[in-house]
Nanobody, 118 residues
Framework: QVQVVESGGGLVQAGGSLRLSCAAS????????MGWYRQAPEKQRELVAI???????NYGDSVKGRFTISRDNAKNTVYLQMNSLKPEDTAVYYC????????????WGQGTQVTVSS
């Protein structure tokens, strides 16, 4: 059974930085795509950033230029470096790992809280 475990959330002042980590385990098939999504209170879950095993990335418009996603394929781990944080970045951040085809999976982590104070 595939597991996805996030770490690195916390409280930071506006303008500060945080780094989130997420590791996928439990399958012989590595994720094709790993990424971060977030959900603020009373809002829908939205894309933050995704990265493929080949290194292609896609970012949500609200984080472009401030957040950077990276990946260590050997460790099935993805990182999210968040700079110039704003109060509106406050949300629960969820990691997702997907593998397509044989042994396919689409697994979410339990989420990690990021709070940015003004």
């Amino acid at each position: 059974q595939v597991q996805v475990v996030e770490s690195g959330g916390g409280l930071v002042q506006a303008g500060g930085s945080l780094r989130l980590s997420c590791a996928a385990s439990g399958s012989t098939f590595s994720p094709n795509v790993m990424g971060w999504y977030r959900q603020a209170p009373e809002k829908q879950r939205e894309l933050v950033a995704i990265i493929t095993s080949g290194g292609s990335t896609n970012y949500g418009d609200s984080v472009k230029g401030r957040f950077t996603i990276s990946r260590d394929n050997a460790k099935n781990t993805v990182y999210l470096q968040m700079n110039s944080l704003k109060p509106e970045d406050t949300a629960v951040y969820y990691c997702n790992a997907k593998h397509y085809g044989m042994g396919g999976y689409d697994t979410w982590g339990q989420g990690t809280q990021v709070t940015v104070s003004s």
